[in-house]
Nanobody
Framework: QVQLVESGGGLVQAGGSLRLSCLAS????????VGWFRQAPGKEREFVAG????????VYADSVKGRFTISRDNAKNTVYLQMNSLKPEDTAVYYC?????????????????WGQGTQVTVSS
């Protein structure tokens, strides 16, 4: 069983930065791939970035490539999403999710555990 808690969201101006954190409970967290997803008002939840269990492999959505960086510190049971050059269209609730698998997972249905989400609002 894994419990996930996101933090670090907030209000930022366009061009600014935020770093989201996903803190996990459970001794086996290092065995899980982790993904960040987001859901904007009136839109479906979408994949943003994912990292495999070791942190060596990452995948990004085209919309955030070059601006966002996902990383993890297994000693701290935490996965981070560094978001730079934020745009108003990045405004959404951001969720982290965990899946007991080897590779990076980009599809929502494969993820077993989800956090409650953290709001990110980017003003123009």
């Amino acid at each position: 069983q894994v419990q996930l808690v996101e933090s670090g969201g907030g209000l930022v101006q366009a061009g600014g930065s935020l770093r989201l954190s996903c803190l996990a409970s459970g001794r086996t967290f290092r065995s899980y791939a982790v993904g960040w997803f987001r859901q904007a008002p009136g839109k479906e939840r979408e994949f943003v970035a994912g990292v495999n269990w070791s942190g060596a492999s990452t995948v990004y959505a085209d919309s955030v490539k070059g601006r966002f960086t996902i990383s993890r510190d297994n000693a701290k049971n935490t996965v981070y999403l560094q978001m730079n050059s934020l745009k108003p269209e990045d405004t959404a609730v951001y969720y982290c999710a965990a899946d007991l698998t080897i590779g990076v997972v980009t599809t929502q249905r494969h993820y077993d555990y989800w956090g409650q989400g953290t709001q990110v609002t980017v003003s123009s």
